[in-house]
């Protein structure tokens, strides 16, 4: 429920505060007082779209702030949004409009906190619902229509629908997957025979080892050079332990060790040099005894030769096609292998993804069908409230129809929902748009928005904008009532030109314009700009305040029974008569007696 609304420098207004209650809130003034940009004000604030227009003449600035009694609902939403009341239940939205060197911003707060405009359209739908008779072209839309029928429906067809939007996604992602894989097969089939033929070839290498081909070309230099090997080992085997021609480096190594054995005996501190000495002539002894074994060891084979450098000639061969280096081939194989390993498989067949095509689009069905079901009991049911509520708005012989038209399925069902009426006897039914004039458009956005208010949870707020308009006399009468009606579940805000309404408000505002010497602040870019121009401007001020009659709007709360009657009278005649008093004082009682029936 609006709890209050304060507007600074907006359109007309410079400085406005407003207090609402429950039940019926009633704005009234003559044709151009500033009514609408009351309710013009309550939809900006909730993300309405701004310009540099409704920001107040010679102001920058301008600021709304309306203030809303939460619910249950409305509370657990705003929990899940990380947003904090500041006092008790409730909930302050607040819309910032500047305009700075010709750029325009805004910028919106829930409670202090700044929020996107996405929020704020989703907090919008949670707070008010606002019917004018500009609201029809909207309402001509089969889209809506469509989907104002399964609001009415209520929980069942909307738990349903959301099934529909599941089934369906889950058919085009089947479709999609199948297309894929259709389109998608002859490139797979190619890439497998190419997979398949370079693993092959890898496979057939027998790729283990990346230091293979280092250790084969090892191998075959040791294979190549077998005899010079021998005759080299030999060489240094004479030179280390047995030479025929020479000492050899062994003999000479056990002369110096007899020496400093001789040595020792007289100055001990040759003991170390003693035992490096024996150690050298141990290690020497040994080597040659290696390179010995070594030698004899070496054998000449031609086959293994050949072996090792055909090896080589392969691994380098893959080299070149997969490397450069043999660890590089080995793992671009271990990657052909696992891509053909997935290509091979391919998760589904293309059977599979058939059947599950078929299947999907069989789920679809089913579901669609439930959901037109659903909608068909749905509508029966609203053409009879529908009919029954506007029959008391001068609609006696009214005519009302949903129609269902089988269409493909989509997200939201196969159905196309079209509203069908015919307001006069005799006149066929025809689709909404084709039949419903001015006033019986305003009738019939009234009597839906009565048939909503029994059938789904109260609105918080209901704001209608001159829906009397075109209607008089009884009409008039019995959409005040049903306005009251509306008023005992939600909160309706209503402007309105008709006595008849107007005497039926729970709280009654006028609303009108006055012409006052307010002084027009000047601000010193304005200054500079209109140097020599105007005597007023003064480049030394950093503001200057120019005299100048001002056009505002002001609110006053009728709250008292003479006021209102006063009110009701100027409607009802123009002037302040007495004809007119005396008439104003007659609705007042007849509507304060149709509230207590």
Request: glycine fraction near 4%; proline fraction near 3%; charge should be negative.
């Amino acid at each position: 429920m609006l709890l209050s609304l304060r507007i600074h420098n907006f359109a007309l207004v410079d400085q406005l505060e407003l207090e609402f209650g429950a039940g019926l809130n009633v704005l009234t003034g003559e044709t151009g007082a500033g009514k609408s940009i009351i309710l013009d004000a309550i939809d900006i604030v909730l993300g309405g779209k701004v310009s540099s227009r409704l920001i107040r003449t010679g102001t920058e600035r301008a600021l709304i702030e309306a203030t809303f009694r939460a619910d249950g609902s409305l509370l657990a939403w705003l929990s899940e949004q990380e947003i904090d009341l500041l006092d008790e239940a409730d909930l302050v939205c607040s819309r910032e409009i500047s305009l700075n060197q010709g750029s325009l911003r805004t910028r919106s707060r829930v409670n202090g906190v700044l929020v996107n405009r996405q929020l704020m359209e989703r907090l919008r739908d949670r707070l008010v619902e606002i019917t004018a008779q500009g609201q029809t072209a909207k309402l001509m839309a089969p889209s809506l229509q469509r989907g104002l029928l399964d609001l009415y429906g209520a929980t069942p067809l909307l738990q349903q629908r959301d099934i529909v939007a599941s089934a369906y996604l889950a058919s085009q992602e089947a479709a999609k997957a199948l297309l894929e894989r259709r389109q998608s097969e002859q490139q797979r089939l190619q890439r497998l025979d190419w997979l398949e033929y370079q693993t092959q070839e890898l496979s057939v290498a027998n790729l283990t080892n990346a230091d293979e081909l280092e250790q084969l070309e090892q191998e075959s230099q040791r294979l190549s050079h077998v005899v010079d090997l021998q005759q080299q080992s030999y060489k240094v085997y004479q030179a280390l332990y047995q030479n025929d021609s020479a000492q050899a480096c062994a003999d000479l190594l056990a002369d110096a060790e007899t020496t400093l054995t001789d040595m020792v005996q007289y100055d001990n501190r040759l003991q170390p040099l003693l035992e490096l000495v024996s150690v050298a002539l141990t290690q020497v002894v040994e080597a040659s005894h290696q390179i010995n074994a070594y030698g004899d060891g070496l054998e000449t084979d031609p086959e293994r030769l050949q072996e090792v450098e055909d090896r080589i000639r392969a691994l380098k061969q893959i080299c070149r096609k997969y490397g450069p280096t043999l660890a590089e081939a080995i793992a671009h194989f271990e990657k052909l292998t696992t891509e053909l390993a997935e290509l091979s498989s391919e998760g589904q067949s293309l059977e599979e993804l058939e059947k599950t095509y078929f299947h999907a689009q069989e789920t679809l069905s089913q579901a669609c069908t439930k959901l037109t079901l659903l909608r068909r009991a749905a509508a029966e049911d609203l053409e009879k409230r529908l009919i029954a509520q506007l029959k008391p708005l001068a609609m006696e012989k009214v005519q009302f129809q949903v129609a269902l038209t089988p269409i493909a399925a989509t997200a939201s069902g196969a159905d196309q929902v079209t509203f069908y009426f015919s307001p006069n006897p005799g006149e066929p039914l025809q689709p909404l748009s084709a039949t419903a004039s001015g006033g019986e458009m305003s009738r019939f956005l009234l009597a839906l928005k009565a048939c909503f208010s029994t059938t789904t949870e109260a609105w918080g707020t209901l704001i209608f904008d001159e829906i009397d308009v075109g209607v008089s006399g009884r009409v008039a009468q019995a959409i005040a009532e049903r306005l009251h009606q509306l008023s005992t579940q939600s909160q309706v805000l209503c402007v309105t030109h008709q006595p008849l309404i107007a005497a039926m408000a729970d709280r009654h505002f006028r609303v009108d314009k006055q012409v006052i010497d307010q002084p027009l602040l000047v601000s010193p870019e304005t200054q500079r700009a209109n140097k020599g121009k105007s005597k007023v401007m003064d480049s030394s001020c950093l503001e200057s305040a120019v005299p100048e009659l001002r056009t505002v709007v002001r609110v006053s709360l009728l709250d008292n029974h003479s006021h209102r009657r006063e009110e009701i009278a100027q409607l009802a005649g123009g002037q302040s008569a007495q004809e007119a008093m005396t008439f104003a004082e007659s609705l007042l009682t007849k509507a304060r007696d149709w509230r207590q029936n």
